[in-house]
């Protein structure tokens, strides 16, 4: 059925670093990824997307890429500030109105 | 806009009662949807509705939870009797398509649950 994985689960990342979490898929349908941030007792807020027609976007710091023949698809943070501490949560939709979520990865970014 | 609307943001209750979270997406919205949040199982999509009418429910984990939409601006999500392992955060979203693309989805603050 239909299922997204995502790792690492947690990442600690310097200051400065750069972050990469990484997402795979099982239907190749998916046409939809975006990515959630969730910081520490708030909402998800969507950071960024891609559409299986384009194979990468950056917005400032942030990157996602996208492989379709491998069924999977990454974020990026450059630089990253201690602001960028959250859980990040990928998710991916086939042809249809949901979306599923991987389980999420915590990222701290120590100073 | 105020974005999408949840209340009450916290609850207590005790085993057995019933509970009722509600939600009030944002205007023009045509998707609704109801997820569950814990540390165990992450996000979970519970159920969704398009324009009023329920599409998907099978992530509504029993019988003893029911959602509704009577109407485009408002939904409930209702479990009774309410048991310790439905503690969770709920959170309700909504989006629109146009021509046919996914758009983004609009979380609420969620509702914290707490069934002692």
């Keep these: 059925g239909e299922n997204v994985e995502q790792h690492p689960s947690t990442l600690s990342v310097q200051e400065g670093d750069s972050a990469v979490i990484k997402c795979t898929y099982s239907d ?8 959630y941030k969730q910081e520490l007792g708030k909402r998800p807020q969507l950071i960024i997307d891609i559409r299986s027609n384009v194979g990468e ?3 400032q710091r942030i990157a996602v890429t996208l492989n379709k023949t491998a069924k999977h698809f990454s974020l990026h943070i450059t630089e990253t500030q201690p602001e960028d501490s959250a859980v990040y949560f990928c998710a991916a939709s086939w042809d249809t109105d949901k979306l599923i979520f991987g389980t999420g990865t915590r990222l701290q970014v120590f100073p | 806009d105020a974005g999408v609307i949840q209340s009450p943001r916290h609850e207590v209750t005790e085993m057995g009662q019933e509970v009722t979270l509600r939600c009030k997406p944002i205007s023009g919205h045509d ?3 109801w997820y569950r949040q814990t540390m165990m199982r992450g996000l979970e ?3 969704y509705f398009n324009n009023n009418v329920p599409i998907d429910d099978s992530g509504m984990p029993e019988d003893r939870f029911s959602a509704k939409m009577p109407n485009a601006s ?3 999500l209702k479990i009774q009797p309410s048991e310790p392992r439905d503690s969770a955060v709920y959170f309700c979203a909504s989006s629109f398509w146009t021509g046919g693309l996914y758009n983004e989805q609009f979380f609420g603050p969620g509702t914290r649950l707490t069934v002692l």
């Design chain 1, 28 to 35: 190749s349908a998916s046409n939809y990824f975006p990515w």
């Design chain 1, 57 to 59: 976007k950056k917005d």
């Design chain 2, 31 to 33: 998707y609704l949807f």
């Design chain 2, 45 to 47: 999509l519970l159920i």
């Design chain 2, 74 to 76: 408002f939904s409930t």
